[in-house]
């Protein structure tokens, strides 16, 4: 599919960098842990709405449009579900040992709640991904018709689910955890990811961060990552954008 047939809704969900003065100072306020959070929950968001969007207009035989489309759901399912346990095994806990006595009665009460709605997310992620294998192989209307209600259903439940994160546990994090902890914590994650699906995603989230959540992303990675996305990730990055949407990355 070429950028002149794709359809005006989908060239409209192509973001565009952060510049208003909104998102500069909100990310000047953020601490290194909140505005890592801030901008993976903003490329997830984006990605899950224009993978519906995407999978809405193709030709529901077209078993190779159908193949990057899914293919594109099932990374970003996986970033979620892996992220999700990284906040659950290391995250809360970090945060959790950090806070005043007063504030853990609390914080218990808003963990439970973001543990009942993480649960539920990753049940609807892996009935996405059945129902991206199905259109996959069978290549036709019924069976792409589930996968874009889906996957629409997955973007919803994100939308809250990130909204709630963001409001009632983003600023315990800002106040309560140290930088020193974040970096035990980044540094203890662990990923499944492929090197090129690292790459991808990390384009995808600085694609429409700020020049300050740009810099403090790739300030974060180590060298060899930084100098694998110079070298070549960023050119793959962009080859594999232009084929899913027709349309080059935002600069």
Known sequence: MTAAVLPRSVRAA?????????????????????????VLHR??????????????WAAP???????????????????VLQHHATERDLLWPALFAGLPAVEQDAAREV??????????????LRDLSTAARQWAVAA????????????????????AHTA??????????????????????????RTR???????????????????????????GLPRDARTAWRMFGHRNFCATVVRLRGAPPAR
Do not use: K
């Not at 035989?61 to 970033?79: F, H, K, N, S, Y």
């Not at 600023?171 to 020193?180: E, G, R, V």
């Open 193 to 219: 990811l492929s090197g090129r699906e690292q790459m991808l995603v990390l384009g995808l989230t600085l694609e429409d961060a700020c020049a300050l959540d740009r810099a403090r992303l790739l300030a």
């Open 111 to 124: 963990l439970a709640d973001w543990t009942s709605r993480a649960a539920l997310l990753d049940h609807q």
């Open 140 to 159: 036709t209307p019924p069976a792409r018709d589930p996968f874009v209600r889906a996957v629409t259903r997955v973007a919803d439940s994100e939308e």
């Open 61 to 79: 035989e077209d078993a190779a449009r159908a193949g990057e489309i899914t293919r594109q759901a099932d990374l970003i399912g996986r970033v």
């Open 14 to 38: 192509i973001p565009a960098p952060r510049t208003s003065s909104e998102f500069v100072e909100r990310a000047v306020q953020d601490t290194a842990s909140v505005a890592y959070q801030r």
């Open 164 to 189: 709630a994160e963001e409001a009632q546990l983003f600023p315990l994090l800002n106040h309560h955890l140290p930088a020193a902890r974040w970096t035990s914590v980044s540094r203890a994650a």
């Open 43 to 56: 490329m997830v968001r984006r990605e899950f709405r224009l993978v519906a969007e995407l999978a809405s």
